[in-house]
């Protein structure tokens, strides 16, 4: 099977551990030096619209993929971003 990169981008990518739906991919790193893929990007949420910017972007290595397939990508071993707690109000309940 090939395929190509414009292809990659409309794919999901899943986490194949529990489940969880990362995102679709929105970019790809490429090693020049010797022609080949290194890893996917899945660019971060963006913050309150956008306004505030973006969460961290979620990088794959290509080893770490397990599956690529019609519609989805499955991916193992992914670090996710450290997630900051929401903070809580104390007048809010």
């Given at each position: 099977?090939s395929?190509?990169?414009?292809?990659?981008?409309?794919?999901?990518?899943?986490?194949?551990?529990?489940?969880?739906?990362?995102g679709?991919?929105?970019?790809?790193?490429?090693?020049?030096?010797?022609?080949?893929?290194?890893?996917?990007?899945?660019?971060?949420?963006?913050?309150?619209?956008?306004?505030?910017?973006?969460?961290?972007?979620?990088?794959?290595?290509?080893?770490?993929?397990?599956?690529?397939?019609?519609?989805?990508?499955?991916?193992?071993?992914?670090?996710?971003?450290?997630?900051?707690?929401?903070?809580?109000?104390?007048?809010?309940?």
């Amino acid at each position: 099977m090939s395929c190509r990169i414009t292809d990659l981008r409309c794919k999901e990518v899943i986490n194949g551990k529990n489940g969880c739906r990362l995102g679709c991919v929105d970019d790809v790193e490429i090693d020049i030096k010797n022609a080949r893929l290194v890893a996917i990007v899945i660019f971060g949420r963006p913050k309150c619209f956008g306004l505030l910017g973006r969460e961290e972007d979620i990088i794959i290595r290509w080893d770490n993929i397990e599956l690529i397939g019609e519609d989805t990508i499955i991916v193992t071993n992914v670090q996710l971003p450290y997630k900051r707690k929401k903070m809580k109000l104390p007048f809010f309940k």
